[in-house]
């Protein structure tokens, strides 16, 4: 295995790039996802050498923070061969399950496993090298599931043995003394590759006038898509047609459609699946439906590029807000990358990267996201409930044009002065400014009880909320369907009706709350109240709602909430149904009036519209 070239990191983490590699991986094995590889991590002394006292703390991506990691520690043990005479002690660091600095970010990834290698005795020249085996698994060090096309590892030098790590909330991580610039060696990057195809994944539009635009992509066990030469045969109730793709991963074409509703079917060889359904109309519509992953996380050591390349073109997505936490958004070239990223992958009629940033809001710690519409002037915004996030020496790096708000009252005007607006989730202890609420994502939510939460606040505060769903990956893969290490549900997904695929209109739809929550499936849903579309305020006599309901699978039940209760119930028992009836207002003890559906598919899957909100003249 060649020894490549790496980069040096050192004092205020600017890139060195040295001609001769002092920190190395090599991988023995199937560098395959889930494959166990025989690893070497291969360590070369400076000039001055390493002696006894000194310290190395290694560093790899766990890939993921949710109860379960993706990459194990070493509990198989740590093999250290270095010169003779030397020996060598070496401990896997647990605090919290995780390793979390913000010492060593953005250069490594924020959750980390770590282990501390300690020369006990003996001293390596300059060139010397120093080997450390790596065993998370009977058979080596098994690789993540994800497919990753640069997974590295980090090394912190400490030649005099002055630094210790510690972590003294028992979560996050700090190198003492503060006052002590970091050496960090980042080795080459191994890439790790996807297993062979498993399924397909095929999306189409939810809307068509007569041409669906679908889009197949093939996929391994673990939901990593697979560059392949293939022969596909797709077909709807109104055209067959044979596409290729030529050692690519995702194939893009258009066929022809059937009116009430069509969907395309897939077939690979053995392997056959199906779109989600396209509503198919003779005339155009003033609203399509488009379908995103409103909230998903940017951790880990990939570009943050890579989360909008997955949202667009593996997740098959027309928009989605990738968040970073304030803390990591803060950091003069994360922001920079970030504000890249949202010009780069907002391509109007094709992708929308939604700019928005992740808070943990005083006084109580409630996580609350900012969106963001222009990008012109926008400058970072800083709020958190975290101690460690008010660390001066990681403060020192933030932008200079960072805005500080000191408690969630604070983040709504910086927010709102910036043409914004908020979304709270599962972790947002109440309500108070926010346009949106999450009702569902990959995490233990309980949907009923976040229901409830919501209903209260629109019931007793008379808050208009929009209501979504999204995945919170922490794998940087929005909208996922396969579970997570950690999480096993599939990721949320919200569907928004709006006249065009641009960011100002995106927003502008967002705002008015044309949109609803589904927990993955691709239902279509068209909610009105007296022509009137979901999010609106109708003032009326009378109230006739009419719904279309166009299902992933067939729908068992459709409920019509009225004021957070179930006025009526629907079981069509069928895929497609078009329903209309009389909204009868019950009690409310606010005086507030609203309603909604609730939708359960036979498959398990459900669903939730925005709200719509009746004054009586």
């Avoid at 590759?193 to 992509?217: F, M």
Wanted: glycine content about 8%; overall charge negative; hydrophobic content about 35%.
């Amino acid at each position: 295995m060649s020894e490549n070239a790496i980069t040096v990191q050192k004092g205020k983490m600017r890139d060195i790039h040295m001609p001769d590699s002092r920190f190395w991986a090599t991988a023995a094995g199937r560098l395959q996802v889930c494959c166990p590889v025989d690893l070497r991590l291969h360590y070369r002394a400076p000039d001055g050498g390493f002696r006894a006292g000194g310290n190395l703390w290694i560093f790899y991506d766990i890939r993921q923070y949710l109860n379960r990691d993706q990459a194990f520690q070493p509990h198989d043990g740590i093999e250290i061969t270095g010169p003779p005479d030397t020996d060598w002690e070496g401990v896997p660091l647990v605090g919290g399950g995780v390793v979390r600095t913000f010492d060593t970010h953005p250069l490594t990834p924020e959750f980390l496993h770590a282990v501390h290698i300690r020369c006990k005795k003996g001293r390596v020249a300059p060139g010397e090298r120093v080997t450390i085996a790596l065993r998370t698994h009977p058979d080596g060090f098994l690789l993540p599931q994800n497919a990753i096309d640069a997974f590295h590892f980090w090394l912190v030098e400490d030649l005099d043995g002055v630094l210790s790590f510690h972590h003294p909330g028992g979560k996050y991580h700090f190198f003492l003394p503060r006052d002590t610039d970091l050496s960090i060696l980042k080795s080459n990057p191994l890439t790790i590759a996807p297993g062979s195809v498993k399924t397909l994944r095929v999306t189409a539009h939810a809307l068509s006038t007569g041409r669906i635009a679908a889009q197949v992509t093939p996929i391994d066990t673990y939901g990593n898509p697979v560059f392949s030469k293939d022969e596909l045969t797709l077909a709807t109730a109104a055209e067959s047609i044979s596409v290729f793709l030529d050692n690519s991963h995702t194939t893009r074409t258009h066929l022809s459609a059937k009116a009430p509703w069509d969907q395309v079917s897939a077939k690979r060889g053995k392997l056959n699946a199906q779109s989600n359904p396209t509503r198919v109309t003779t005339t155009p519509s003033d609203l399509t439906l488009y379908w995103g992953d409103i909230h998903g996380m940017l951790f880990n050591q990939r570009p943050l590029t890579d989360y909008f390349i997955w949202a667009r073109d593996i997740a098959h997505l027309s928009f989605s807000g990738g968040q970073l936490f304030s803390y990591s958004a803060c950091i003069a070239e994360v922001w920079e990358q970030l504000i890249d990223a949202w010009r780069s992958f907002t391509l109007p009629g094709e992708f929308i990267a939604l700019p928005s940033i992740e808070f943990a809001t005083p006084p109580d710690g409630s996580h609350r996201l900012g969106f963001f519409p222009d990008l012109d002037g926008l400058s970072p915004i800083f709020c958190e409930d975290r101690p460690e996030a008010h660390d001066p020496k990681l403060q020192a790096r933030y932008h200079p044009e960072t805005v500080y708000c000191k408690d969630y009252r604070e983040l709504y005007d910086a927010v709102h002065a910036r043409g914004g607006f908020t979304q709270g989730h599962f972790h947002t202890a109440f309500y108070e400014r926010e346009c949106l609420a999450e009702i569902y994502q990959k995490q233990n939510v309980n949907v009923d009880l976040e229901e409830a939460k919501i209903n209260r606040a629109i019931q007793f505060q008379g808050l208009k909320l929009g209501i979504v769903s999204g995945s919170d990956t922490h794998d940087s893969r929005p909208a996922n369907p396969y579970p997570e290490p950690g999480p096993g549900k599939p990721a949320g997904l919200t569907g928004l009706w709006a006249e065009r695929l641009d960011r100002p209109t995106i927003f502008d739809a967002f705002s008015k709350r044309r949109c609803y929550a589904t927990t993955g499936a691709r239902i279509y849903i068209d909610f009105q109240i007296n022509s009137h579309p979901m999010g609106s305020t109708v003032r009326a006599h009378r109230y006739e709602f009419t719904a279309e309901v166009l299902g992933t699978a067939d729908i068992d039940r459709i409920e019509l909430m009225v004021n957070g209760d179930i006025s009526q119930t629907f079981t069509p028992k069928k895929q497609h149904i078009i329903l209309g009836d009389t909204v009868h207002l019950t009690f409310s003890p606010s005086g507030v009036h609203y309603c909604y559906l609730r939708i359960y598919q036979h498959d398990g899957h459900r669903a939730w519209t925005s709200p719509i909100w009746l004054d009586k003249v």
